[in-house]
């Protein structure tokens, strides 16, 4: 059985169909399990508002540097991140605010033992700011995953 969703458009009173990203909405909604999902990136990698995702190994017993932004357009970064290391798991959100000249960092997160042993910070390099993560010597590399959501000017 095929579902249709229209969107009325109420200035015209007629039907219309709403565009993201030069597709249909249509593209990025699904009927199934008895429930419509929508399913479409919020935000593209362009503009004040940008969406990325970013996949890494974060190196045993090193410092490990991820860029995440540009010194000149992005002055809030948001982090959803996961890092596991062996048995030891960790979810958190970093929120990063840099006003030009100094990263400021927050870090919540809980994890399920305490072996994940990885603690960031931020700096810049030429035009990036970056996350530094750096690993206690736990005898083997970690797995970082994060969607990076900023705000720029």
Same mark, same amino acid.
Request: hydrophobic share 35%; charged share 25%.
């Given at each position: 059985?095929?579902?249709?969703?229209?969107?009325?458009?109420?200035?015209?009173?007629?039907?219309?169909?709403?565009?993201?990203?030069?597709?249909?909405?249509?593209?990025?909604?699904?009927? &199934? !399990?008895?429930?419509?999902? #929508?399913?479409?990136?919020? /935000?593209? %990698?362009?503009?004040? *508002?940008?969406?990325?995702?970013? @996949?890494?190994?974060?190196?045993?017993?090193?410092?490990?540097?991820?860029?995440?932004?540009?010194?000149?357009?992005?002055?809030?970064?948001?982090?959803?991140?996961?890092?596991?290391?062996?048995?030891?798991?960790?979810?958190?959100?970093?929120?990063?605010? &840099? !006003?030009?000249?100094?990263? #400021?960092?927050?870090?919540? /997160?809980? %994890?399920?033992?305490? *072996?994940?042993?990885?603690?960031? @910070?931020?700096?810049?390099?030429?035009?990036?700011?970056?996350?530094?993560?750096?690993?206690?010597?736990?005898?083997?590399?970690?797995?970082?995953?994060?969607?990076?959501?900023?705000?720029?000017?």
């Amino acid at each position: 059985m095929s579902r249709r969703i229209v969107i009325k458009n109420d200035e015209k009173g007629d039907d219309g169909i709403f565009f993201y990203d030069g597709k249909t909405l249509e593209a990025y909604i699904k009927f &199934y !399990d008895n429930k419509f999902h #929508f399913s479409a990136p919020i /935000y593209d %990698n362009s503009g004040p *508002l940008s969406k990325i995702t970013v @996949s890494s190994a974060i190196a045993n017993n090193a410092i490990t540097y991820i860029p995440i932004g540009d010194v000149e357009t992005d002055r809030t970064i948001h982090l959803m991140y996961y890092i596991q290391r062996g048995d030891a798991y960790r979810e958190g959100t970093l929120r990063i605010l &840099y !006003d030009e000249e100094n990263g #400021f960092i927050l870090d919540d /997160y809980q %994890n399920n033992n305490e *072996l994940v042993g990885v603690v960031f @910070s931020v700096d810049t390099y030429q035009d990036d700011i970056r996350l530094i993560a750096t690993a206690t010597n736990f005898g083997m590399d970690a797995d970082f995953k994060a969607i990076i959501q900023k705000i720029g000017i």
